[in-house]
């Protein structure tokens, strides 16, 4: 069989989307992993398939999968290239919003031009059992304990569980050790994406995060969102904040409590293709 996909980043993050808006999806895990492979796949952060939608109040679907074959709930780099995508396909119009459905739940996207997407991400979940994390109670900061140290930590949900963690040196090496076992610390019991925030100033932060199931990313746009959600709510930064990840800038907006957060951002094609699918496991 062959598999036609289109492969498209996010400011790094990288996707293969796949149509599967008149068929069902049609790889099992090690096929994903399979293609996920950069030496001898097509490689990708996420996969995404783009679907009927579930709810009838949303237009589309779509699923989203790790490189090593794990469901996601959330990808804030992939549902722009979802939207993106949707319009270069004429299902949907600059200016316009549409709400499409995720693993988590709607979101509503509208493309601001041919490249760039705006995302309701939803409000920010802090409640530990929602996350899910291991805590007695709503906290702007817990202490954990990890490799014979302990890391204070902000824990919050954007439809998949983050931990952020203030820094105030990217580039320190203990980065690329503490990252893998954050991101796998039994706190959380679904596992984490750990990111890693540099605070510049109020409007200002740069991050690094190592995700679930894919490892460091060039960018994690539910990460940016995690990381502006978990110091605006220490009052450390204002409502409108650029994150600059290792691949790009995202805008993201939230005025507290109540409200949806907002993230902007491009969204870009690569390629397109075939790939010759092996065969399915048993």
């Not at 679907?51 to 722009?80: H, K, L, M």
């Not at 319009?87 to 499409?100: E, F, K, P, T």
Request: glycine share 12%; hydrophobic share 45%.
């Amino acid at each position: 069989m062959q598999l036609r996909f289109w492969k498209m980043h996010g400011i790094g993050n990288d996707f293969v989307v796949l149509d599967c808006r008149h068929g069902g999806f049609p790889l099992d895990a090690a096929q994903i992993r399979a293609l996920a492979d950069r030496h001898t796949g097509v490689g990708f952060d996420q996969l995404l398939s783009i679907e009927p939608a579930r709810n009838t109040a949303c237009a589309f679907y779509y699923g989203i999968w790790n490189a090593d074959g794990s469901p996601s709930g959330q990808c804030g780099n992939g549902v722009r290239c979802v939207a993106a995508w949707l319009h270069r396909a004429g299902a949907l119009a600059i200016g316009q919003d549409v709400m499409i459905e995720s693993p988590s739940g709607p979101v509503t996207v509208r493309p601001l031009g041919a490249n760039e997407v705006t995302v309701d991400m939803g409000e920010p979940v802090f409640e530990p059992v929602r996350i899910p994390f291991a805590a007695d109670a709503v906290a702007n900061r817990y202490a954990i304990d990890l490799a014979g140290e302990t890391l204070d930590i902000g824990a919050v949900s954007m439809g998949n569980p983050h931990a952020v963690v203030t820094v105030d040196d990217l580039a320190d090496p203990a980065l690329q050790r503490l990252g893998p076992l954050l991101t796998k610390h039994p706190r959380f019991a679904q596992g984490a994406n750990a990111g890693f925030v540099q605070r510049l100033d109020r409007g200002h932060l740069r991050l690094r995060v190592h995700e679930r199931g894919a490892g460091w990313t060039l960018a994690c746009g539910t990460g940016a969102c995690a990381a502006m959600a978990v110091l605006h709510r220490r009052g450390e930064v204002d409502d409108a904040v650029a994150v600059e990840l290792p691949g790009g800038t995202l805008r993201i907006d939230w005025t507290g409590p109540g409200h949806p957060l907002w993230m902007t951002g491009p969204a870009a094609f690569a390629f397109e293709g075939e790939w010759p699918v092996p065969a399915a496991t048993a």
